[in-house]
């Protein structure tokens, strides 16, 4: 009967344990779920219901699973679980504690995040940013595309533990462009201000700039609260 030779054991056994280490550090990720984030203080300049609050946290969810600290529910399930519960737009930023409790359950998830946009659009010399931003006076659909400035966005969360109500994290995104230009850019955007989160053409824009910079700290700080949870 042929024998390994003892090194080749300790081989074998350094390489079990490289596929085991992956293995269990993928069911050690805590389960989170992203609800639309609220952005009820924002000046509605956009033509269009367009849901600002669904596209930030899109990009939140995409910058998490890029990431792979957590395991994150799909969105689709979670609006399917809230239609079920008829929550409203008005609980996003701050559900009760019976609504966390509830969606946590339906969704089986520990953890549930949300938020609010703060910040969203143009900054000039004679805009200033308050908790309520940007008038239509300075901002009409028409002059989408065409005013210049410097966009600003800002972003914060929350994480909370479903089963207590607990705060287990805070998380703020506050980034303006590092150059000025269009709000938005060219084709449709230019008349309708339509949005589309995600897309090469909005990252281009200075809007889409500050938009992803905001994101990306955010993501940043609520993967680094990961050594907090459980």
Avoid at 5 to 19: E, Q, R, V
Avoid at 60 to 66: A, C, H, S, W
Avoid at 174 to 189: E, H, I, K, Q
Wanted: proline share 2%.
């Amino acid at each position: 009967m042929r024998r390994f030779h003892p090194g080749s054991w300790l081989l074998l056994t350094i390489a079990l344990l490289t596929l085991a280490i992956p293995a269990a550090a993928q069911s050690n990720r805590p389960t989170v779920a992203l609800l639309d984030f609220d952005f009820a203080s924002i000046q509605h300049w956009w033509s269009g219901n367009q849901d600002i609050g669904k596209g930030i946290a899109d990009m939140i969810v995409d910058g998490l699973v890029e990431d792979g600290t957590y395991r994150v529910i799909e969105r689709k399930r979670i609006s399917d679980v809230l239609a079920e519960q008829d929550f409203s737009n008005s609980d996003r930023a701050d559900p009760s504690q019976g609504q966390v409790v509830k969606i946590g359950k339906a969704l089986g998830v520990k953890y549930l995040i949300v938020g609010s946009v703060t910040k969203f659009g143009m900054e000039d010399k004679n805009t200033r940013f308050g908790g309520s931003v940007l008038g239509r006076r300075n901002f009409g659909v028409g002059d989408v595309g065409t005013k210049k400035g410097k966009a600003s966005v800002a972003v914060t969360a929350r994480m909370i533990d479903t089963t207590t109500g607990e705060i287990m994290a805070s998380a703020k995104g506050d980034a303006t462009s590092s150059r000025s230009g269009l709000l938005l850019g060219g084709g449709a955007n230019r008349v309708s201000g339509h949005i589309e989160f995600g897309s090469s053409n909005f990252r281009d824009t200075v809007l889409g700039e500050a938009t992803e910079a905001a994101i990306l700290q955010v993501v940043e700080k609520l993967i680094a609260a990961r050594n907090r949870l459980e």
